[in-house]
């Protein structure tokens, strides 16, 4: 179903795989990719619950735009076993303008489909994603 303002349907991939995160922990991250010649999100790559933060890192292309969810294992400063899902809206300063400008727009909408995500980062540069970037963020 496409958005008015950005134009952008979300595939029932999307929802069906981030459920499938959130719920069961089928998968370590999913990356969404938008098909421009079909106005839609669409699922990209899923990782696998054994992949670690460094496969999910390696999945961003360096010059287009992506949208990643990642469920973040940690433990607390009291010792307590946790869990965190990140929204990751991937936006390199190579990517082509147009295209930031679609993920830019469509963003918020995208997100909303995803219901049960606890923390946003928007990324230019591999350095602001990086696990102590995380690790801060989580706690």
């Given at each position: ?57 390696k999945s961003f292309p360096a010059d287009e735009c992506r949208y990643a969810v990642f469920d973040f ?56 994603m990086s696990m102590d970037v995380i690790k801060g963020r989580a706690n």
């Open positions: 179903m496409a958005n008015s303002s950005s134009g952008m349907a979300v595939h029932d991939e999307c929802k069906l795989k981030f459920q499938e995160l959130k719920a069961k922990r089928n998968y370590r991250f999913i990356v969404f990719k938008i098909d421009e010649r079909i106005q839609q999100v669409t699922v990209e790559k899923v990782g696998s619950p054994e992949e670690t933060y460094e496969d999910f890192f294992d940690f433990t607390t400063e009291e010792n307590v076993q946790k869990s965190k899902i990140f929204f990751i809206a991937w936006a390199p300063d190579t990517a082509r303008v147009r295209s930031k400008m679609v993920y830019a727009s469509s963003k918020d909408r995208f997100k909303r489909e995803l219901d049960g995500i606890q923390v946003e980062l928007q990324v230019t540069d591999p350095s602001e």
